[in-house]
């Protein structure tokens, strides 16, 4: 097997790292990727580990035990959280996006893999140490950030329903009240969770919490644990304890810049 070089080294285990967030990747993986010793793997751990500290990308940890070894956790700069949810804000409170009813129309942004990318980060990085082992979101415009923020803690994703599919089997169904009043349905797979794991719900939008509140129920009837709920934005007025929403939303009217700010929690 060919040698490899330091800089090689660190920049191929830089991108193995990056690309899979929050991820173990055992010593020996990279020993035998680099044909290196243990010992040399590990002193480029800690050359990688102070460059990205330095830099403020993330934190590269060596991680000990049987299941031990080296993950990366992407962290934002203090303040470069707070400077990426404001030009979101900014693009959130043009006129333009209020449509009738005084619905706020944000699907671009939902759709936008950067945008989503930088909002599931923003999450994860509240909850790397909670012991997530998936996170939970109600079809269908929360998926594209559960899934990112899925993918910054490295867990899987489970989608509820409001109807169930026959290809995903047996499923629990439950009743809820919506944020508007109204009761709907919601199904969740037998097989899709684990009872007595950990779960972190993730959405796009609460109004008064009431599919929050429908998910946690739902939790419960697995006996599953729930970390936290999180939404890219809520109401000002939302009461629903345990919950971080990156975007406080006030009064939408009609031709005028809507009132969105970025929550009090994001730096």
């Known amino acids: 097997m060919d040698k490899f070089k330091r800089n090689e080294r660190l920049a191929a285990m830089t991108q193995v790292l990056t690309a899979a967030p929050n991820k173990i990747f055992t010593l020996s993986h990279f020993c035998e990727m680099f044909g290196a010793a243990k010992s040399t793997v590990s002193e480029d751990a800690a050359i990688l580990a ?17 299941a031990g070894g080296v993950r990366y956790r992407p962290m934002t700069q203090e303040g470069e959280g707070r400077r990426f949810m404001e030009g979101i804000c900014d693009m959130m409170r043009a006129p333009s996006r209020v449509l009738p009813g005084g619905y706020l129309y944000f699907s671009d942004i939902l759709s936008d893999p950067t945008l ?13 140490d909670a012991g997530v082992d998936f996170v939970l979101t109600m079809e269908t415009k929360g998926i594209p950030v559960a899934l990112m923020t899925a993918e910054a803690l490295h867990v899987p994703l489970t989608i509820a329903r409001h109807s169930n599919k026959v290809y995903e089997g047996s499923a629990v169904n439950i009743n809820y009240v919506s944020g508007k009043g109204v ?7 037998r097989r899709a969770v684990r009872e007595g794991s950990t779960a972190l719900i993730v959405d796009d939008f609460t109004r008064g919490g009431g ?4 998910m946690q129920s739902m939790l419960s009837e697995f006996n599953i644990h729930c970390a936290g709920s999180c939404f890219v934005m809520a109401m000002e007025n939302t009461n629903l304890p345990g919950s971080r929403a990156l975007m406080l939303l006030g009064e939408v009217k009609d031709g005028e810049p809507t009132q969105v700010r970025v929550a009090d929690w994001v730096k």
């Open 50 to 66: 102070e460059t990205m500290r330095q830099f403020r990308l993330g934190t590269v940890e060596t991680v000990t035990g049987a």
């Open 183 to 189: 009761i709907e349905t919601m199904s969740l797979s």
């Open 116 to 128: 989503v990318e930088g909002m599931g980060r923003l999450f994860a990085a509240e909850y790397y």
């Open 211 to 214: 599919t929050a509140r429908g």
